[in-house]
């Protein structure tokens, strides 16, 4: 069965007839993990996973799906298998666990002999709640004969979208998790994703051979997220802008391009701001540095290829840009995903440039061709990618809110009329003044070269530019020669490529594409249609309401102090810094201020080892930051 979400707030009981068991999940929650309330629908999927339904479990990015699987354990007292893709999601989670005093291991390759020992020890003592692993370890090692001698009652597929050949991140070695109902045919089987349409799910569930699933859908909607959309034009300008309005905090800088993430990294460095590049190419000790560095938050700068999946779950990151087109809106989901996990407001920036779409068709053609399918199924690949691409394109010239387009993008309706975070919300885009008349002007320059030249050579031309090729054919002889001086070359070049994008002009296919008219050019010059170009410009950005409400009443002086605490304590245990204390459960301190371990009880956050782990501490740093404020 399907459940839908139409009220974010979760029924009194979850439980009905079972009022003790009831009470003691809410217990194990409050005392662990310091919460008394559970996010949308998390109560029910673990409901689903304590009474051994296989379920299909579709919570956004912060929505919480991993406490889905870590609280039932606690409660049978017994070991759960955690399949998950990256071993670096893995550390984080292991890392965070620990941190609550939470019995949990995970086995990967970066274990040296003797951990992997101590690990498999504490595996077969049944003293682990919890165990991660990757699918090809899983199936590569004699694992599966030691789990077979314990009482395995669940097992837990983490980014089950990957085991979808209709996913974004589709990972072959995920289909032979199905295998694992002939080995284990009493245990209970979960799939947990934040990105999957209704044919990934159906997929998911099909793949995996799950029993009569229960299927539980979140609201995709992440209200504490501003996206905007930006129209590309002097790239590195633009984005020291984006990132100066976020100094000292965690931020992730996509490109579509290894050798950009290293080009930008070096530039951004050299303005002053701590960066450092994260893709395939590195080697592995390099990126496990930078991951290391992000994490303790010796750097809050990262930049990354879109291609390779960082596995940084570093929950209070409030920026995540992108330097040029994401491939899909599942794709662009998953990765601004990484912005706000902490439930506050976080800000997702997308730098757009028509030319984008064009680069990615010609990779999809060129990856289709070097793939040595039949040409049908080669076509059907090609097809499939570029479909995905036109919705990720509509979306970033779409003049709507975006998150009701995502929204219904992912099949669930948006109710909100302004939701008062996105670029068209708050007002921030801007249309071309005489917009027709600026269309009319480009395609008329694209009649008077004969429909021979690129993007590049036509807009010289529009802004009166003297070059050699100019000169040589004769194009400033020309009545549209220099009447579009007063834009400069990159804003030229990007209005016309929203008349490409808007197929009001055309492109040949090919690696050097030129410039051609069409029926719609046609019907523009005629004035038969109206066109609407964005001036390529953002207005200042004016912020949410979320994060001004994030921020009430937070002493910021005291936040900063609580900060370097936690960097200082998460230096000396060698941990990432959120797994000491979020950012949400700093704030929440920096706002109440307590005075007593019972007051700081209440703080968001902080439950019992924590308290125990580093109560005598805060207080103390609280009671010294108000002395020094008398």
């Given at each position: ?7 974010p ?21 409050l005392r ?8 949308p ?38 070991t ?6 990256l ?15 939470y ?9 040296s ?14 003293a ?12 590569n ?7 077979s ?32 109902r ?55 300008t633009q ?27 070096k ?8 960066a450092h590049p994260?893709?395939?190419g ?12 992000f994490?303790k ?5 990262v930049?990354?290829t879109?291609?390779?999946?960082m ?23 998953q990765?601004?995903?990484r ?14 440039s ?16 070097s793939?040595?399918?039949p ?5 059907k690949l ?8 036109q ?10 809110c ?10 669930q ?40 030249f ?18 040589r054919?004769?194009h ?24 490409l ?7 040949s ?8 008219l069409?029926e ?8 038969q ?8 410009r ?8 979320k ?9 910021r ?23 000491i ?28 080892k ?8 805060l ?12």
């Open positions: 069965m399907t459940r839908k979400v139409s009220d707030t979760p029924p009194a009981n979850q439980f009905i007839g079972q009022e003790s068991l009831s009470v003691e999940i809410h217990q194990t929650l662990w993990w310091g919460f008394d309330t559970f996010r629908l998390q109560a029910e999927a673990i409901s689903a996973a304590i009474h051994g339904h296989d379920s299909v479990v579709v919570l956004p990015t912060g929505g919480g799906k991993s406490l889905c699987y870590q609280l039932p354990p606690l409660l049978s007292q017994t759960d298998i955690i399949i998950s893709p071993v670096s999601l893995m550390k984080d989670q292991v890392d965070s666990l620990e941190a609550i005093g019995p949990a291991a995970a086995i990967h390759s970066g274990l002999v003797n951990e992997r020992r101590k690990t498999y020890q504490r595996l077969r003592s049944g682990l709640r919890l165990l991660f692993i990757a699918p090809e370890r899983l199936f090692s004699n694992l599966i004969e030691t789990i001698h314990l009482s395995i009652q669940r097992f837990a597929i983490d980014e089950a979208h990957c085991i979808s050949q209709w996913g974004h991140d589709f990972r072959p070695e995920y289909r032979q998790l199905s295998a694992l002939n080995h284990f045919p009493q245990a209970s089987f979960h799939a947990y994703t934040a990105t999957a349409t209704p044919p990934v799910r159906k997929d998911i569930a099909e793949q995996l051979h799950l029993k009569n699933p229960e299927v539980f859908v979140g609201i995709f909607d992440r209200p504490n997220l501003t996206y905007r959309v930006i129209q590309r034009t002097n790239r590195t984005i020291l802008e984006i990132l100066g309005r976020h100094p000292k905090e965690a931020s992730i800088v996509y490109c579509i391009s290894r050798r950009e993430t290293e080009r930008l990294a530039h951004l460095t050299a303005s002053g701001l701590l994260y893709h395939a590195l080697d592995a000790k390099k990126r496990h540095q930078t991951q290391e560095a994490a938050e010796s750097i809050d700068i930049v990354a879109v291609a390779f999946g596995g940084i779950d570093r929950s209070n990151v409030r920026l995540v840009l992108h330097t040029g087109l994401p491939k899909s809106l599942e794709a662009y989901q990765e601004t995903g912005a706000g996990r902490d439930g506050l407001a976080a800000e997702c920036v997308l730098l757009y028509p030319a984008d779409v064009f680069s990615w068709e010609a990779l999809i053609r060129r990856g289709a061709e793939s040595e399918l040409e049908v199924e080669s076509q090609i097809d499939s990618q570029i479909v995905h691409l919705q990720m394109r509509k979306y970033a010239q779409a003049a709507r975006r998150h009701a387009f995502l929204s219904e993008h992912f099949g309706p948006y109710e909100l009329s302004n939701c008062k975070s996105c670029d068209v919300c708050l007002g921030e885009t801007t249309n071309l003044a005489d917009s027709n008349t600026v269309a009319q002007k480009i395609i008329s320059c694209v009649a008077r070269v004969s429909e021979r690129g993007v590049r050579h036509l807009c010289e031309v529009l802004r009166g530019a003297q070059t050699a090729p100019i000169q054919h004769g400033h002889r020309l009545s549209t020669y220099g009447i579009l001086k007063s834009f400069d070359q990159r804003i030229c070049e990007n209005l016309v490529h929203q008349l994008d808007q197929e009001y002009l055309s492109r296919i090919g690696d050097r594409p030129v410039v051609m069409n719609k050019s046609w019907e523009i010059l005629r004035n249609r109206d066109v609407i170009l964005l001036e390529p953002l207005k200042k950005a004016i912020g949410s309401q994060e001004s409400d994030d921020w009430g009443g937070v002493d002086t005291l936040f900063d102090r609580l900060r370097q605490w936690r960097r200082k304590i998460a230096d000396e245990r060698g941990k990432p810094a959120w797994t204390l979020d950012d949400r459960a700093l704030r929440s301190i920096a706002r109440e201020k307590p005075t007593s371990p019972a007051t700081l009880l209440n703080c968001k956050g902080i439950g019992e924590r308290l125990a782990d580093h109560g005598a501490a207080l103390t740093l609280i009671k010294q930051h108000n002395h020094k404020s008398v």
